[in-house]
């Protein structure tokens, strides 16, 4: 179930108040980078079609590179909500405020070592173990 896990955190694009595993924010964060990383190798690959090697020839460049262009900002644009609600629920998880998110302006590795360390193995104020089930001890 690993792009489920992708398609998880799209549905819940909008809640920024439960608890998001490991494997959900990390899933979620691979498969948004690997579709960016393609979509714009593909923009690329057209742009440099273009490319004579001295000049750009804008005919030549054209619909296609603005379509691609256009496309991928689209694309980064509708994962920006998802990533930062599916970063909030990773904090809760590990029993930090949503509000540590905001490093991830400025230090983006400060939250992914965050994201790293396992979650509260029992309900803490932000919601129940999303692992709950899948813990020693629990029927």
Known sequence: MTVGWFFKALTQYA???Q???RREFWWFVATAYAVQVILVGFTLVTLNNAWDGSTLDADEAGISTWIMGIGTMAVSLLLVVPYWAVTVRR???TDHS???ALFLLFFPLLI???ACFDGTPAPN???PDPKELERPGVA
């Open 15 to 17: 809640d920024f108040h």
């Open 19 to 21: 608890r998001a595993r």
């Open 91 to 93: 904090l809760h998880d």
């Open 98 to 100: 949503g509000w540590w």
């Open 112 to 114: 992914w070592i965050f």
């Open 125 to 127: 104020r932000y919601g």
